[in-house]
């Protein structure tokens, strides 16, 4: 009860509202839960000091609870996403950025198989260029959401992976910022994947995703290139379809060659005919239904969908990486 009253005032003090579920949140309250927590850090191999600086006196975020009880099915259209996200300023800015960081975009593109525009495409919609990273302290957002019944296995792990990375001196804990739900740096990997994908670019022993644009660059360039990239493939383009087109083919799942697509009536948004590839598949995705903006997307769409499965993502990924090239 005394937890339910202390955090109760906490939202309210900061604005956000009555959370009646909270208090509901775990049926541990949460210092018996961080020492817990604690043993369990230890069990894992991570040092006394890394524990001590990070796992005391902490306090769970009632926002960050909030936000992730809310809907992820968002409400808005693609068209209406892809405005905000893809908007001039933002194309603009991508352009500049490539510009002033060329030489070692092209350089990381050229190392792992990645065209550069991609490299900043992800980095301008993750965290507008690295201008918003997120404020959150991350071992608290993590620490939260693990106490936290609802996805306490998966946010458990991503904070023992958090740990990690400072225990092995990328970051200092009170740098260690990121997203409500634990994305870090500049291109929001989460802990789990930092470990999976970051990279020293500059090579000066730290994995600097919050700091070192090297190590930025070289990071979300080997996540595409494990993943599957193509370098010389694009992820797609607009296109339009044949009235009568069958809905059921508008799914990732549907795969067809470039060739079968144009037999059945697909076209370039001016009418004039795809080109084809021998041999090279794609799908249909239409984020708005067949009467929205439609797209024929190759392997590396799908590879974007491994770094964030949202079809409102990858296509945005794709257009903004388009723009910032031309
Ligand atoms: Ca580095």
Redesign the pocket.
Known sequence: MKLLLRLTAFTLIAGYGVLPSFARASTTDFNTWLSEFRTKAFEQGISESTVNSALIDLTPIARVIELDRKQPESTITFDTYKDRIVNQTRIKRGRQMYAAHRVQLDATGKKFGVQPQYIVALWGIETNYGSNTGGFDVIQSLATLAWDGRRSSFFSKELIDALKIIDQGHVARGDMKGSWAGALGQNQFMPSSFHNFAI?????????IWG?L??VFASSANYLSRSGWKEDEKWGREVKLPSGFDAAFADLKVQKTLGQWKELGVTLPNGNAIPVVDGMKASIVAPDGLEGQTYLVYNNYRTIMKWNRSLYFATSVGLLADAIAQ
């Open positions: 020293d670019g500059d090579g000066d022993g730290r994995k600097d070192s090297d190590d």
